[in-house]
């Protein structure tokens, strides 16, 4: 008696923990996935969801401009993604007059939208396994790097070369791309249709688009309207074309259906997407690696950083507009690094990682052929070795490259080093309305003093060395070098403009900027270059690794690597879960969703991360929630609740912003558009009591299309579901 209910427990227990094991799948996974999916309440068909030879709810999902998510909500091409997806564009087309980060926008008629030139959105037309293809070719290959299984140029030559003809020929837009996955243990074939006549149609104001900026970030409760709208535009044709006033709405072949019904604790969730990058099968030492290297390096440099600039900011109005958006971007990387660290020391975080390699160790020792198992420990040991190897030149790098290299502007000055050409470009990357050189010799006074503590004179750049022998101190020469420099202003790189060529050199060979910077710049060359054959050991050990493990893991009775998740390289993956909240620590809980009052409650009209619009204001104060308070939720004591954010175990990374979640019917409930800081680790390992996506309810986008932006023309053409 006692047995089957032990294998009861054990069975429940193991699709319990099922439950939250996380993992971005390839769409061919689904079927794999599907009973699971079904049994946690998807009410969808396979087909419906993916169907490789027809259409399905994943043609509606598009790769935003590259780093981003969106989804398809109309039938006339409306795409959903988030505000700060959309940010670059509808910042290109702001102006002083019309400020459309800071006032929103809505176009009000088809003509009213706006070219967003340089935009592209993506289509997955078709996905095709091509490893047996691919693994053929690298067989035939002579000589080469060794390196052509994941070069992106050896593959999409490959591509080019092979089926052009079949998925080209005759057709406009259409790119295609061989990604490597699993470290080069297999390789789909992606055909992609872009479309690059693409519109800005409506975005909230920043107040509600970024709402919370940089104190929020990263974090939860949270309360953000993270969205923007954009329309593909099409020839009559429906097929991409550059832009002309002649293209017509998009007419897609898939949409979102959008559900108003509202989500609750506990509910499916489901997500579509183009994460960027993981590393899952990292080795323990990789995992301390990137703790003790990386991230600890990142947030030293940063966080001195940080300070000067915060400082600066806060002292001078006109500062604080020009280094916003470069502290928003350093801040972004560095509470990311902080919560890594924070995830990797988790008790037990290195364990699954172990376990890995222990399967893998324990299945190729095993073997009765010595030299089959030995192709896979020596996988494991090349990476081992590498990591070991190149430690001090890894840590030499970070310092230089978070230090010096991304960490003061001018060291993007003009140099001998940098082609004629490209010398206006490098200047004009830093010295732009943007640029205070008087911040940047600050804070080249701090980062420079830390990163002569932490790397030794003999591997310092050249330069450095030498103007710090002459200075006598960091200061004294930060001081020269900014005061002695034709580089950090317009009449400066004018005065070098108008110089012949020949006197031209000579100021490059004695400007002090020009001098640092060409040295910070060859240091780092060189650090590079010396990394580049451990980088080509790990990744080659890896691809044994990860054959080791498919092989191990299919010894056991398993469908061998297919049963683990490749790792995420911006293409097209699902995630599911549930609607939850979560528990970082003891004696706190957070809940779904946050709602309309949170904003009041962080309202700091002195503070421009938590401005509150005066409309929104009055929207809260009347309960304007759309007609019959349609995208609000009704209490049980008949009050009306105004829903914003919500959190789900779905796991997510870079990339998934804008990405649509939907319910078991495949209807939209809300646009991805960041994780909880305690959850970041989940690149490495999914954590499941910690990570969170942090998602924007639809129902607060509509009602901010609806009654803050008076939008009523798109609500219309919305199909939405009760
Ligand atoms: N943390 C989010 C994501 O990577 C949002 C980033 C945009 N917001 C910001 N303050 N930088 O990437
Ligand atoms: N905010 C991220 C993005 O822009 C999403 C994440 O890292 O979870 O893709």
Same mark, same amino acid.
């Given at each position: 008696?006692?047995?089957?209910?032990?294998?009861?427990?054990?069975?429940?227990?193991?699709?319990?923990?099922?439950?939250?094991?996380?993992?971005?799948?390839?769409?061919?996974?689904?079927?794999?996935?599907?009973?699971?999916?079904?049994?946690?309440?998807?009410?969808?068909?396979?087909?419906?969801?993916?169907?490789?030879?027809?259409?399905?709810?994943?043609?509606?999902?598009?790769?935003?401009?590259?780093?981003?998510?969106?989804?398809?909500?109309?039938?006339?091409?409306?795409?959903?993604?988030?505000?700060?997806?959309?940010?670059?564009?509808?910042?290109?087309?702001?102006?002083?007059?019309?400020?459309?980060?800071?006032?929103?926008?809505?176009?009000?008629?088809?003509?009213?939208?706006?070219?967003?030139?340089?935009?592209?959105?993506?289509?997955?037309?078709?996905?095709?396994?091509?490893?047996?293809?691919?693994?053929?070719?690298?067989?035939?290959?002579?000589?080469?790097?060794?390196?052509?299984?994941?070069?992106?140029?050896?593959?999409?030559?490959?591509?080019?070369?092979?089926?052009?003809?079949?998925? !080209?020929?005759?057709?406009?837009?259409?790119?295609?791309?061989?990604?490597?996955?699993?470290?080069?243990?297999?390789?789909?074939?992606?055909?992609?249709?872009?479309?690059?006549?693409?519109?800005?149609?409506?975005?909230?104001?920043?107040?509600?688009?970024?709402?919370?900026?940089?104190?929020?970030?990263?974090?939860?409760?949270?309360?953000?309207?993270?969205?923007?709208?954009?329309?593909?535009?099409?020839?009559?044709?429906?097929?991409?074309?550059?832009?002309?006033?002649?293209?017509?709405?998009?007419?897609?072949?898939?949409?979102?259906?959008?559900?108003?019904?509202?989500?609750?604790?506990?509910?499916?969730?489901?997500?579509?997407?183009?994460?960027?990058?993981?590393?899952?099968?990292?080795?323990?030492?990789?995992?301390?690696?990137?703790?003790?290297?990386?991230?600890?390096?990142?947030?030293?440099?940063?966080?001195?950083?940080?300070?000067?600039?915060?400082?600066?900011?806060?002292?001078?109005?006109?500062?604080?507009?020009?280094?916003?958006?470069?502290?928003?971007?350093? !801040?972004?990387?560095?509470?990311?690094?902080?919560?890594?660290?924070?995830?990797?020391?988790?008790?037990?975080?290195?364990?699954?990682?172990?376990?890995?390699?222990?399967?893998?160790?324990?299945?190729?020792?095993?073997?009765?052929?010595?030299?089959?198992?030995?192709?896979?420990?020596?996988?494991?040991?090349?990476?081992?070795?590498?990591?070991?190897?190149?430690?001090?030149?890894?840590?030499?790098?970070?310092?230089?490259?978070?230090?010096?290299?991304?960490?003061?502007?001018?060291?993007?000055?003009?140099?001998?080093?940098?082609?004629?050409?490209?010398?206006?470009?490098?200047?004009?990357?830093?010295?732009?309305?943007?640029?205070?050189?008087?911040?940047?010799?600050?804070?080249?006074?701090?980062?420079?003093?830390?990163?002569?503590?932490?790397?030794?004179?003999?591997?310092?750049?050249?330069?450095?060395?030498?103007?710090?022998?002459?200075?006598?101190?960091?200061?004294?020469?930060?001081?020269? =070098?900014?005061?002695?420099?034709?580089?950090?202003?317009?009449?400066?790189?004018?005065?070098?403009?108008?110089?012949?060529?020949?006197?031209?050199?000579?100021?490059?060979?004695?400007?002090?900027?020009?001098?640092?910077?060409?040295?910070?710049?060859?240091?780092?060359?060189?650090?590079?270059?010396?990394?580049?054959?451990?980088?080509?050991?790990?990744?080659?050990?890896?691809?044994?690794?990860?054959?080791?493990?498919?092989?191990?893991?299919?010894?056991?009775?398993?469908?061998?690597?297919?049963?683990?998740?490749?790792?995420?390289?911006?293409?097209?993956?699902?995630?599911?879960?549930?609607?939850?909240?979560?528990?970082?620590?003891?004696?706190?809980?957070?809940?779904?969703?946050?709602?309309?009052?949170?904003?009041?409650?962080?309202?700091?009209?002195?503070?421009?991360?938590?401005?509150?619009?005066?409309?929104?204001?009055?929207?809260?104060?009347?309960?304007?929630?759309?007609?019959?308070?349609?995208?609000?939720?009704?209490?049980?004591?008949?009050?009306?609740?105004?829903?914003?954010?919500?959190?789900?175990?779905?796991?997510?990374?870079?990339?998934?912003?804008?990405?649509?979640?939907?319910?078991?019917?495949?209807?939209?409930?809300?646009?991805?558009?960041?994780?909880?800081?305690?959850? =970041?680790?989940?690149?490495?390992?999914?954590?499941?009591?910690?990570?969170?996506?942090?998602?924007?309810?639809?129902?607060?986008?509509?009602?901010?299309?609806?009654?803050?932006?008076?939008?009523?023309?798109?609500?219309?053409?919305?199909?939405?579901?009760?």
């Amino acid at each position: 008696m006692r047995r089957p209910f032990l294998s009861l427990l054990v069975g429940a227990l193991v699709s319990l923990s099922a439950q939250a094991d996380g993992g971005m799948w390839l769409m061919e996974q689904l079927s794999q996935k599907y009973s699971s999916l079904a049994a946690r309440g998807l009410q969808m068909k396979e087909y419906d969801l993916y169907n490789p030879n027809g259409t399905s709810l994943k043609d509606a999902v598009v790769s935003f401009d590259g780093g981003c998510t969106g989804e398809v909500i109309s039938s006339q091409g409306l795409v959903l993604t988030n505000h700060h997806c959309g940010y670059d564009a509808i910042q290109q087309l702001s102006s002083v007059e019309h400020n459309y980060l800071e006032q929103g926008y809505w176009a009000r008629t088809l003509q009213d939208e706006l070219p967003a030139r340089g935009v592209v959105v993506t289509f997955i037309d078709k996905i095709e396994d091509v490893t047996a293809f691919v693994q053929g070719q690298l067989r035939q290959l002579k000589g080469g790097t060794g390196m052509e299984f994941l070069s992106p140029s050896y593959l999409n030559g490959l591509a080019r070369r092979h089926y052009s003809e079949r998925y !080209q020929r005759g057709q406009q837009g259409i790119e295609l791309e061989i990604k490597p996955f699993y470290n080069g243990n297999k390789y789909l074939l992606f055909v992609k249709k872009v479309y690059s006549d693409i519109r800005f149609v409506g975005a909230p104001p920043s107040a509600v688009g970024k709402f919370g900026a940089d104190t929020d970030n990263w974090s939860y409760p949270r309360h953000t309207g993270d969205f923007s709208l954009f329309r593909i535009y099409a020839d009559a044709n429906g097929n991409p074309a550059p832009y002309s006033e002649q293209n017509v709405p998009l007419r897609p072949r898939r949409w979102f259906d959008i559900s108003t019904a509202g989500v609750q604790e506990g509910d499916f969730a489901m997500i579509m997407g183009f994460p960027g990058r993981t590393n899952q099968y990292a080795l323990p030492s990789e995992i301390t690696e990137w703790r003790d290297i990386d991230n600890t390096i990142r947030i030293r440099m940063r966080g001195l950083r940080q300070e000067v600039m915060l400082r600066e900011m806060l002292a001078d109005p006109k500062t604080n507009i020009m280094y916003a958006a470069k502290y928003a971007r350093s !801040q972004n990387g560095y509470k990311r690094a902080i919560g890594a660290n924070w995830g990797v020391s988790r008790p037990d975080f290195l364990r699954r990682s172990e376990e890995l390699r222990s399967e893998v160790e324990r299945w190729a020792s095993g073997q009765r052929d010595r030299k089959k198992g030995k192709v896979y420990l020596d996988g494991i040991a090349r990476i081992e070795q590498a990591v070991a190897e190149r430690a001090a030149l890894r840590r030499q790098l970070w310092w230089l490259d978070e230090g010096l290299w991304q960490g003061i502007e001018a060291m993007q000055a003009p140099g001998v080093d940098l082609p004629l050409m490209s010398l206006e470009r490098s200047f004009r990357s830093y010295c732009n309305k943007d640029y205070s050189p008087a911040v940047d010799a600050k804070i080249a006074k701090v980062l420079l003093a830390e990163y002569c503590r932490q790397v030794a004179r003999a591997d310092w750049p050249e330069e450095l060395a030498r103007g710090l022998a002459r200075y006598g101190s960091v200061e004294a020469y930060v001081d020269a =070098v900014y005061a002695g420099t034709r580089f950090t202003k317009e009449e400066g790189f004018a005065s070098f403009t108008a110089l012949p060529a020949a006197e031209q050199a000579k100021v490059l060979e004695t400007d002090p900027l020009a001098r640092l910077a060409t040295s910070v710049r060859s240091k780092m060359r060189q650090l590079q270059k010396a990394l580049q054959p451990f980088d080509s050991q790990i990744s080659q050990g890896r691809r044994d690794y990860l054959a080791g493990l498919g092989l191990a893991r299919a010894a056991q009775g398993g469908a061998g690597l297919m049963d683990y998740m490749a790792d995420a390289n911006s293409t097209l993956r699902f995630t599911y879960g549930q609607i939850q909240g979560y528990s970082p620590r003891d004696g706190v809980r957070y809940t779904v969703p946050t709602t309309l009052q949170g904003v009041m409650q962080k309202e700091d009209s002195t503070s421009w991360e938590f401005v509150v619009p005066e409309r929104l204001k009055e929207i809260y104060r009347t309960q304007s929630y759309g007609a019959g308070k349609r995208w609000a939720s009704k209490q049980a004591d008949g009050s009306y609740v105004m829903p914003v954010n919500f959190t789900a175990t779905t796991h997510t990374t870079g990339g998934n912003s804008g990405s649509p979640v939907f319910n078991a019917k495949g209807q939209l409930i809300g646009i991805n558009f960041d994780r909880n800081w305690e959850g =970041v680790a989940g690149d490495i390992q999914y954590l499941p009591s910690y990570q969170r996506s942090i998602i924007c309810d639809i129902r607060y986008v509509l009602l901010i299309i609806d009654e803050l932006g008076g939008a009523r023309r798109l609500i219309d053409e919305l199909s939405l579901v009760p």
